[in-house]
Structure formats: structure tokens, C-alpha cells
């Protein structure tokens, strides 16, 4: 995924399952600035830890909000066979997802009748 979108990509964010420094090399060959959690077995991984752009980091609880709400509607599967199909149906997930919460937001705010 790195390498793949690097150049619409300014930041990555992970969990300390992502802890890795080959992938955090990568992402900064890249021009990526990883913001990936460490373990904590050192007094430098907490120091560490506790200098991340805490503000910045947790915009990925926004994204698992997001797939979890999709998953939910949606199932947390793919029907098709094919990877590039398997793709369009989840972009199709995703569309359909952000019309309906497009829809109900205006809905709210009594643009609709």
C-alpha cells in the first residue's frame, strides 16, 4: 500500500501492530510520515509514544468508525470472486454509505421534504 499510493499519501497511521521499522523506513523513503505507535519495552518507545501527534494519530478512530458502520449495514464480506470486482464492491459499499448519511444529514437539517 505504501509504495502503491505513495504519492497521495502524506501520512500513515497504525496501531503497535504495526511496528515495524522496515515499514517505517519505507513509508519515509516515500516522503510518508508514519505515525505508528511502538511497543512499549523501552522507557524510549513511551518517550517516543508520548511525542506522536496525539490529534493527528486518533483521525484513524474517525476511519474505524466509518468501517465498522459499513461493515455493520453491509456484512464484513465480499461477494465477488476477482480482486478488481471485490474493489468495485466495496467502493459501491462506500458510496452508497456516505449517500445515505448525505441524505439523512440534509434530512435533518430540513432540506428535504
Same mark, same amino acid.
Given at each position: 500500500?505504501?509504495?502503491? @499510493? &505513495?504519492?497521495?499519501? *502524506?501520512? $500513515?497511521?497504525?496501531?503497535?501492530? !504495526?511496528?515495524?521499522?522496515? $515499514?517505517?523506513? $519505507? *513509508?519515509?523513503?516515500?516522503?510518508?510520515?508514519?505515525?505508528?505507535?511502538?511497543?512499549?519495552?523501552? /522507557? %524510549?518507545?513511551? &518517550?517516543? @509514544? *508520548?511525542? %506522536?501527534?496525539?490529534?493527528? !494519530? !486518533?483521525?484513524?478512530?474517525?476511519?474505524?468508525?466509518?468501517?465498522? &458502520?459499513?461493515?455493520?449495514?453491509?456484512?464484513?464480506?465480499?461477494?465477488?470472486? $476477482?480482486?478488481?470486482?471485490?474493489?468495485? =464492491?466495496?467502493?459501491?459499499?462506500?458510496?452508497?454509505?456516505? %449517500? =445515505?448519511?448525505?441524505? &439523512?444529514?440534509?434530512?435533518?437539517?430540513?432540506?428535504? /421534504?
Amino acid at each position: 500500500m505504501v509504495t502503491r @499510493n &505513495a504519492e497521495s499519501n *502524506a501520512v $500513515l497511521t497504525g496501531d503497535k501492530g !504495526y511496528d515495524d521499522q522496515k $515499514l517505517r523506513r $519505507l *513509508a519515509r523513503d516515500h516522503d510518508i510520515r508514519p505515525l505508528i505507535r511502538h511497543r512499549e519495552f523501552t /522507557p %524510549l518507545h513511551k &518517550a517516543w @509514544n *508520548a511525542r %506522536l501527534d496525539s490529534g493527528l !494519530y !486518533y483521525q484513524r478512530n474517525m476511519n474505524k468508525t466509518v468501517n465498522a &458502520a459499513i461493515k455493520q449495514k453491509f456484512g464484513a464480506f465480499v461477494r465477488s470472486r $476477482l480482486w478488481w470486482k471485490q474493489f468495485r =464492491e466495496l467502493v459501491i459499499k462506500c458510496v452508497v454509505h456516505n %449517500l =445515505e448519511r448525505s441524505l &439523512a444529514i440534509s434530512h435533518e437539517e430540513g432540506d428535504c /421534504p
